[in-house]
């Protein structure tokens, strides 16, 4: 397949991962975060690691926007079918996620709840107009990736008029997440595969300040095997050499500004809020979107007087530990036993993105 | 067989066993399905059996849409059966069929499906001979559920299960992967692509019959259809209690199939087919199989995959193209696009 194939091919793997091998040097560690769930799925699905040396390691980070997003966000969107019967638009992988009390949007669906999963956000869009008679709520989440199309929407509906149609604003940005984790004492990354679709819309150099402050380099890195192996291997060069730097890898998508239409987009419909809970990461200033005052009559935290919803984690789950990169999934005395992707505990077993759930799909045991 | 151009929708008198049912029943399910043992107009359908080993298997199928590229539910429901029933080593002999229609169903809608079971079952040389209707209210179905039974009979000499791999033997699948889920994916409103994707439904006893011709000494097949290739290989694994090793550039996939799955986030392992099977033999085995059934039109891209191994945790493992390997693991719930 064009475009795909060219950075799947084994024998430049084998070239770049020899190349790896001669320049890493020997009785140090090298500790790379990949940022994004989709890294994480191409190291495990293309078995990435059995081809890195052994003082190399791959951290996963927190950048599943699925396992990030708090119990209680769930809660409250399956409180909003519930109590208020509305129509909950949402993208597929978040059905299973579980909320508090063992819940989830699956269950509620079974149990009656009308949730509804979409493609697009545009689609929310669209089952609003089928439906004049019901209130739609888009239950919109992820990271800077999935924040335009949820921009566009607002701008549609308002100019539409649209009065049963809602949005459920759970946008995160990635920043923030990056300085937060380099800035734990507990936390040790020597460098980070930076976000590729993310940094497609916020552009490169939205990472500068955070590499400079750190001093830890970051190399925006495609999804692709091969993306990935350049980038681990331009984050070594960087490493070897001292230098911090932000360097490009994914140069056929990501620009050192972005996509300008996509940030004003988000900059007219959107606002910073003071403070929003991560899962595994806490509470987080400045580190979420709402929606602007403009388009409030469009916000279903407002038409619903939402309340936030506290949820405690399962004790014995560190996900915590394993998105600030601290701890490996295995490390968890629920994994693979109590939490398993049939029933997961913790979020990061629950999207394939997530850094559990690749363990246990991919790699529990070493060929 | 000329459609009757049937007008109305299906209601709840088609259901009451009263003159409703039984003009649907001539009009529709006989003229379509029309062989003796159902002209004979009994609640069973009798008929003599050779001696030896019987065979039964049945399948409900329920799918959306109803209609899809390459296939619709009628000829679905035959072909699953058939296939079922012949991953014995069976060769099929007759099948039931019943129906749960829901009230408003369009009567020409019913009348396609039927006619499409008729036409598979004809081509396949297994006849429909029994069967039953129930209607629904509105709501209480999608449409139409078909439930097929088949029975068959496994000739001398041979002797196919599931647990009977063993390390050493080799693993074969008869073509191109993920073509029947992707097909009726794309089928599906909603999802706002296209493709020339065809589903594979087909009925696979006759390539069975030309495998079998070859060397009687299979050891286990079975057609990966919902949960796709990896699903069946965990099964199998599981099942034998052995360890499975495929190679990813061996196994075949359209490029259609890879691109929608790309697009969605899907994994071609995991995504159903309806004509395809997986067959486990002696290594020696393997040429002459595959070149058999690459000279049938139902196993043209027919490949070997990788090999039985011994592992005690059972683990589908398999070697990337691009050099590394990885777990095949079971698919945890249904298999989610993923967002981003």
């Not at chain 1, 978040?94 to 009308?114: N, T």
């Not at chain 1, 308002?158 to 920043?175: D, I």
Request: proline share 5%; net charge negative; charged share 20%.
């Amino acid at each position: 397949m064009k475009y795909l194939d060219e950075f799947r091919d084994g024998a430049t793997a084998r070239a770049l991962a020899a190349t790896i091998r001669n320049e890493a040097l020997t009785g140090r560690e090298y500790r790379l975060m990949e940022f994004c769930g989709g890294h994480t799925h191409a190291i495990f699905r293309y078995g990435i690691k059995d081809l890195m040396p052994a003082n190399l390691r791959f951290v996963h980070g927190p950048g599943c926007p699925v396992c990030v997003l708090p119990a209680g966000r769930i809660e409250a969107a399956i409180k909003l079918v519930e109590e208020h019967q509305v129509i909950l638009c949402t993208y597929a992988d978040l059905m299973r996620v579980p909320a508090g009390k063992k819940d989830s949007l699956h269950k509620a669906k079974a149990r009656g709840g009308d949730i509804r999963m979409i493609y697009s956000a545009t689609d929310a869009l669209g089952i609003a107009q089928a439906n004049p008679d019901r209130q739609v709520v888009f239950f919109a989440i992820g990271f800077e990736t999935t924040t335009p199309p949820t921009a566009a929407v607002l701008k549609i509906a308002h100019a539409m008029e649209l009065k049963n149609f809602s949005v459920y604003c759970n946008h995160v940005l990635t920043p923030p997440a990056m300085a937060h984790i380099l800035d734990s004492a507990e936390t040790q990354i020597d460098g980070i595969l930076g976000p590729s679709h993310v940094s497609s819309v916020i552009g490169s150099c939205a990472y500068a300040s955070c590499c400079k402050q750190y001093k830890t380099p970051i190399v925006i890195a495609g999804f692709e095997p091969l993306d990935v192996l350049a980038s681990t291997l331009m984050l070594l060069r960087q490493i070897n050499t001292g230098r911090h730097e932000v360097e490009n890898q994914y140069t056929r998508v990501v620009s050192s500004t972005g996509n300008e239409k996509a940030q004003a987009l988000m900059r007219d419909t959107l606002v910073m809020r003071a403070l929003f809970e991560w899962r595994g990461l806490g509470r987080l200033p400045d580190s979420a979107m709402q929606i602007r005052g403009t388009y409030a009559d469009l916000d279903a935290e407002k038409r619903f007087a939402m309340q936030d919803i506290e949820v405690a984690e399962n004790k014995g789950c560190i996900c915590p530990a394993v998105l600030r990169g601290v701890s490996d999934p295995d490390a968890c005395k629920l994994f693979g036993t109590v939490c398993t992707p049939e029933d997961p505990k913790g979020a990061c077993m629950v999207s394939s993105e997530g850094a559990c759930a690749a363990y246990y799909s991919y790699g529990r045991r070493r060929a | 067989m000329k459609a009757t151009h049937i007008k109305g929708v299906v209601d709840m008198t088609h259901g009451s066993g009263g003159r409703a049912s039984a003009r649907l029943i001539e009009e529709i399910f006989v003229r379509h399905f029309d062989n003796e043992l159902l002209a004979q107009r009994n609640d069973q359908a009798a008929f003599n059996v050779p001696a030896g080993r019987m065979v039964i298997s049945t399948d409900a199928h329920v799918i959306s849409p109803l209609f899809f590229p390459g296939g619709d539910i009628g000829s679905l429901s035959v072909h699953g059966t058939i296939n079922d029933v012949c991953m014995s080593g069976a060769v099929p002999l007759y099948l039931s069929a019943a129906f749960i229609l829901e009230e408003g169903l369009s009567l020409a809608d019913l009348e396609r499906i039927v006619a499409s079971m008729g036409e598979a079952s004809r081509k396949a040389g297994v006849p429909i001979v029994t069967g039953d209707t129930k209607v629904v209210e509105k709501g209480k179905a999608d449409g139409v559920f078909i439930t097929t039974t088949g029975i068959g009979m496994v000739p001398q000499g041979v002797n196919i299960s599931g647990d009977l791999a063993r390390a050493g033997h080799a693993i074969l699948i008869s073509g191109s992967i993920g073509d029947h889920g992707m097909a009726v994916l794309s089928s599906r409103e909603g999802l706002g692509f296209s493709t020339s994707l065809q589903s594979d439904s087909a009925a696979l006893h006759d390539l069975l019959a030309a495998m079998l011709e070859v060397s009687p000494n299979i050891h286990c097949l079975r057609d990966p259809t919902r949960g796709g290739l990896a699903t069946t290989l965990n099964e199998l694994a599981m099942q034998s209690g052995v360890g499975m090793l495929i190679e990813e550039q061996a196994i075949p996939v359209k490029p259609e199939v890879r691109g929608a799955c790309e697009l969605l986030g899907l994994d071609p392992l995991y995504v159903a087919n309806e004509g395809k099977l997986v067959c486990i033999c002696d290594a020696a085995d393997a040429a002459p199989l595959l070149a058999a059934m690459q000279a049938h039109p139902l196993g043209r891209d027919a490949a070997m995959i990788g090999r039985v191994v011994e592992d005690d945790q059972h683990l589908v493992q398999m070697q990337t193209a691009f050099g590394g390997s990885r777990i095949v693991d079971w698919l945890a719930g249904e298999q989610l696009p993923r967002i981003c």
